[in-house]
T-cell receptor, first 109, second 111 residues
Framework: GIQVEQSPPDLILQEGANSTLRCNFS?????LQWFHQNPWGQLINLFY???GTKQNGRLSATTVATERYSLLYISSSQTTDSGVYFC???????????FGGGTRLMVKP | EAQVTQNPRYLITVTGKKLTVTCSQN?????MSWYRQDPGLGLRQIYY???????DKGDVPEGYKVSRKEKRNFPLILESPSPNQTSLYFC??????????FGDGTRLSIL
């Protein structure tokens, strides 16, 4: 099956710093999504991004499908950005999603 | 308010006692899925559905059943739960070409 790898696995930032999270996948995909799991366990969709670049406030994402990777940028990080960030790839004709292992982010005040 | 609702949120039960976790969405989404989340293993898809009466296995379907009799509901059934099914479970829904919406999760503990 498809492999989805995220890096780094853990990241500690000082408030106000910028960061880049990476998601590599081993095969062609139909789509890619980024999610944030907050400290209360809720999973929130950040981006639905098959290719190109999207921005939402301090967050932006870029997917280069031909090279099989996606990047999530967090600028001017805040303590509320803490949690785990997952990418998930959609493959096949149906609703099958495969998640990466996540990047655990801690933003210190 | 658009949402995916799971019940119960927490459940402690014993091996072999059948249980059902309900999932309901109010967004008229065609696609629904169940995932389990385990430390060190991440999120793994159990079953998914592309519409009423259309379901298929995900990556870890063993020990689970689902049904999709109505578009809004997608219950997860554990006919004979075992301790290795202790986990955090998420239901999700979406429309084709749209982002996934998750419920708040159900924490199951099977003794």
């Amino acid at each position: 099956g498809i492999q989805v790898e995220q890096s780094p696995p853990d990241l500690i930032l000082q408030e106000g710093a910028n960061s880049t999270l990476r998601c590599n996948f081993s095969d062609s995909v139909n789509n890619l999504q980024w999610f944030h799991q907050n400290p209360w366990g809720q999973l929130i969709n950040l981006f639905y991004i098959p290719s190109g670049t999207k921005q939402n406030g301090r967050l932006s994402a870029t997917t280069v499908a031909t090279e099989r990777y996606s990047l999530l940028y967090i600028s001017s990080s805040q303590t509320t950005d803490s949690g785990v960030y997952f990418c998930a790839v959609e493959r096949g004709a149906g609703n099958m999603l495969t998640f990466g292992g996540g990047t655990r982010l801690m933003v210190k005040p | 308010e658009a949402q995916v609702t799971q019940n119960p949120r927490y459940l402690i039960t014993v091996t072999g006692k059948k249980l059902t976790v309900t999932c309901s969405q109010n967004m008229n989404h065609e696609y629904m899925s169940w995932y389990r989340q385990d430390p060190g293993l991440g999120l793994r898809q159990i079953y998914y559905s592309m519409n009423v009466e259309v379901t298929d296995k995900g990556d870890v379907p063993e020990g689970y059943k689902v049904s999709r009799k109505e578009k809004r509901n997608f219950p997860l059934i554990l006919e004979s739960p075992s301790p290795n099914q202790t986990s955090l479970y998420f239901c999700a829904s979406r429309s084709m070409g749209q982002p996934q919406h998750f419920g708040d999760g159900t924490r199951l503990s099977i003794l």
